[in-house]
C-alpha cells in the first residue's frame, strides 16, 4: 500500500504580510508617475522639487509631487518602494489607513518644505539647493522609519544590506549620515530631505494621535498589567474547590 505523502508544517515568509490599500496606492502612484516622466523627461523639473520655482514662480504643487517623482535609474524607485513595503505595511496595519496616510503626507510634505528652508541659509553649502531639483520619496520614507523605531526599536533591520542591528541604532546611524551630508553639502543625495523627514515625523508623533508620551505611558501600563498577571494567577475549578481562585 503506498504512503501517504507527509506534509511539513514549516512554513517560510519573506516581508511584512500581505499589502495594505495605502500602500499598494502609493506603490501605483509612484509606477506611474516614473514610467511618465521616461516618457516626458520635462516632467521631472515641473513635479520635482526647486525652491526657486515654488518661491519665486509659486509652483506650489512641488512640495507634495516631488514625492513621487523618481530617477530614470530604476534601483532609486525600487529601493524607495522596497523600504515603504517593507515598513509602510506593518505600520499601516497598527495605525490604520487613515492615520497612516496621513502621516505619510505630512511627513513627506514637511521634509520637501525643509528643504526649502535649508535652501534659504546663507551657507555656501547650501546655496546650491535654491536651484537643484529635490525627487523621491525618500523624505516620506524616512519619516516611516522613525515610526517604526519608536514602535519597534529592537526589530533587526539589514545596515547596508549586509548585518541586521537594532531599528533603533539604524535609525541613529541614518540620522547622523544625513545631518552630516547636510552640513557638508558637497553630495547629490537630499540629505536636508532625509533629516527633515526624521525630525517631522518625531515632531508628529509628539503631538499626533496622543503623543509619544501618551504611547510611552501605554507600554508602561501594558508591563505593569502583565507583571499582575504573573503575580496573582487564576486556576480553573469546580464549587468544591472554589478556594482555590487565589494565590
Known sequence: MPRSPRISSIAYSFGPGPITPAVRLLLWANGV???????????????GLVPQ?????????QPVTYMFVH??????ILFNMLGLWMFG???????????????YAITGVGAGLTTILVSLLPFAQTAATYYSVTIGASGALFG???AYALYFPNRPILMFLLFPIPAKYFVMIIGGIAFLTAADGNSG???????????????????????????????????KMNRLRRKFDVYSGGRSDWDRHVH
Open 33 to 47: 508617475v516614473w514610467i511618465a516622466t521616461l516618457v516626458f523627461p520635462r516632467l521631472v523639473e515641473w513635479l
Open 71 to 76: 530617477a530614470r535609474n530604476p534601483t532609486h
Open 53 to 61: 520655482y515654488v518661491l519665486h514662480d509659486y509652483w506650489l504643487w
Open 89 to 103: 505595511v506593518e505600520l499601516e496595519r497598527m495605525w490604520g489607513t487613515k492615520f497612516f496616510a496621513r502621516y
Open 144 to 146: 516611516l522609519l522613525l
Open 189 to 223: 543625495v537630499a540629505a536636508a530631505t532625509h533629516l527633515g523627514g526624521l525630525v517631522i515625523g518625531y515632531l508628529y508623533l509628539q503631538g499626533g494621535r496622543g503623543g509619544l508620551s501618551a504611547e510611552i505611558k501605554y507600554r508602561y501600563l501594558k508591563w
